[in-house]
């Protein structure tokens, strides 16, 4: 479907969407921890409802109370596969925590799932006791334990998600497990895996995200949960402050460790004025200039970036292009090849993604069924000299649903 955004002042207030990758770590903690896990300021976008789904397969029984996601846990697989919808994170995630079990489970997925690789995980998997099969590195993939524990080696090049799967597997092991990790990527999400996993009454060791010692034997404690706003999704709305006027966003913990609260420091260096509250930001129009930015542990933030870049007095450079090529589109191509339709001037020069600052004129952007795509393109919307027409904005429901909706109370208009 398609949707049109036109230029727009934006002034307005609106509260950050739950976490995605918050709550899908969040849920296998649940399925892990045995008893009843109450999750308060859920996440309902597509990733998080396979997220639940995939718990249930695995033994875990979810319901809705009040707003609040209940989930009576206690690993028991109930079938033999498990569909992550388009969910990396998800796949990569409980491809280790598949492994626990003695039984042979397969995991599918769907639409561009089906063609990121999962040659990552075999290796580690049978290092650490089980039999893993797939399609030449791609879905379907089938995993069959249990998980023993042990030494393996990890590459992190690519994304930590697999990581995170075996930090959270590996405390359940019968034994000790040491994994040396190489080239590790997106370090903030490991730190964010890490505090899960203490919420949740579980202890790993980081020696400089490079060794990590997980002690087997470990059990995970039930608990009351709060999922925390998501940074990602809310940097395209702040973006659309920077540009256009004045946002404020509520429900962000300034102190997370989410690595796209790193927004802040590209705002900064951008001209924009950053005000802090408690657990509110907000982010007024200034003097919009120039900015350099390394976004190789944080590759969401390119969408709201390049936009950004392009209202910007000068030529900016993003670093971190190597990081978007496994992503729902390919994401650097994407950010070309749309943008450049309604006048922005990008390139790429190896590693770096160069934006040329002028502004953007309108035209019609096709979002690549990539939901970072529809919500770049409604941003550059804000300041264009005409409307800019979105082809496919309803992907943007993979991660945050209420975007549109959100938008149009910062100020945006819109005209499906």
């Known amino acids: 479907m398609d949707l049109t955004v036109y230029p727009s002042q934006i002034y307005g207030v609106v509260t950050a969407n739950p976490s995605k990758s918050h709550m899908q770590r969040a849920i296998v903690a649940g399925l892990l921890a ?13 990733d998080s409802k396979a997220a639940l789904n995939v718990a249930m397969d695995l033994g875990a029984k979810v319901e809705v109370e009040n707003k609040r996601v209940v989930i009576s846990g206690g690993f028991d697989p109930v079938g033999n596969m498990l569909n992550c919808g388009e969910s990396g994170l998800g796949l990569r995630m409980f491809s280790a925590i598949a492994a626990l079990s003695g039984k042979e489970i397969t995991l599918v997925g769907q639409g561009t799932l089906k063609s990121r690789s999962v040659a990552m995980i075999e290796k580690p998997l049978t290092d650490l006791g089980a039999r893993v099969t797939s399609k030449q590195g791609k879905l379907p993939v089938t995993v069959r334990g249990p998980l023993t524990g042990g030494k393996a080696t990890v590459d992190g090049s690519l994304s930590s998600q697999f990581l995170t799967g075996l930090l959270m597997a590996l405390p359940l092991a019968e034994k000790d497990s040491e994994l040396i990790v ?7 999400y490991i730190d964010l895996t890490i505090k899960v996993l203490k919420d949740f009454g579980i202890e790993v060791i980081n020696n400089n995200y490079e060794h990590f010692f997980v002690q087997g034997g470990q059990s995970y404690r039930s608990r009351e949960y709060k999922i925390e706003g998501d940074w990602s999704g809310s940097a395209f709305l702040m973006v659309a402050g920077a540009v256009g006027g004045e946002v404020e966003v509520k429900n962000l913990d300034i102190g997370s460790s989410q690595a796209d609260r790193r927004i802040l420091d590209v705002l900064e260096q951008f001209g924009a004025r950053i005000a802090p509250g408690v657990n509110t930001i907000r982010v007024t129009k200034a003097e919009m200039k120039l900015f350099n930015f390394d976004a190789t542990d944080s590759p969401d933030l390119f969408p709201p970036l390049v936009v950004l870049a392009s209202y910007a007095k000068g030529k900016s450079r993003i670093k971190g292009v190597s990081r978007l090529a496994g992503k729902e589109s390919n994401r650097a191509e994407a950010l070309v090849e749309e943008f450049t339709k309604v006048g922005m001037k990008i390139e790429t020069d190896g590693d770096d993604m160069i934006v040329y600052g002028g502004g953007v004129t309108g035209g019609t952007i096709d979002s690549r069924n990539d939901h970072r795509i529809a919500m770049a393109a409604a941003v550059a919307g804000v300041g264009a000299g005409g409307s800019i027409n979105i082809q496919g904005y309803e992907c943007i429901n993979k991660s945050y649903p209420d975007f549109f909706t959100d938008y ?3 100020g945006g208009k819109i005209n499906e």
């Open 408 to 410: 149009q109370k910062t």
């Open 182 to 188: 190489n080239d590790l990527k997106s370090r903030f």
């Open 34 to 46: 045995g008893g009843r896990t109450v999750i308060s300021n859920p996440s309902f976008c597509e």
